[in-house]
């Protein structure tokens, strides 16, 4: 019995974890990334792309070159990016490819 207890904790304080994870990375996206790329990832300015539904991969790739320079945004990418860690670029990566791709008008607006 009391393994079934252990066992229910620990599950009980996992879930807790993830769900905080998921609320900073809700939280960063509204107050860093939404202002050029949109909370829902479709950006209003055709300067800045839709992430969307973009692969995963890609968006961390994308992420870690600005983040070392490789890629080159030196107003605004490059500094948001050499903040990030590892994890914050894996989680905000996830939170793009999961959300639905851009069809319709804004696919033909330049996505």
Do not use: W
Request: with cysteine; hydrophobic share 40%; charged share 25%.
């Amino acid at each position: 019995m009391n393994s079934i207890r252990v066992v229910a904790c620990a599950l009980f304080f996992i879930s807790l974890a993830a769900n905080a994870g998921k609320a900073e990375t809700e939280k960063m996206v509204k107050t860093v990334c939404a202002p050029c790329h949109g909370v829902d990832g479709f950006s209003l300015v055709l300067a800045y792309p839709h992430l969307a539904g973009q692969q995963k991969k890609y968006l961390v790739d994308q992420l870690e070159a600005f983040r070392s320079g490789d890629r080159q945004s030196p107003k605004l990418m490059n500094p948001i990016a050499e903040k990030l860690s590892d994890r914050e670029i894996s989680s905000l990566a996830k939170y793009y490819s999961k959300l639905p791709r851009c069809k319709g008008a804004c696919a033909s607006a330049g996505e």
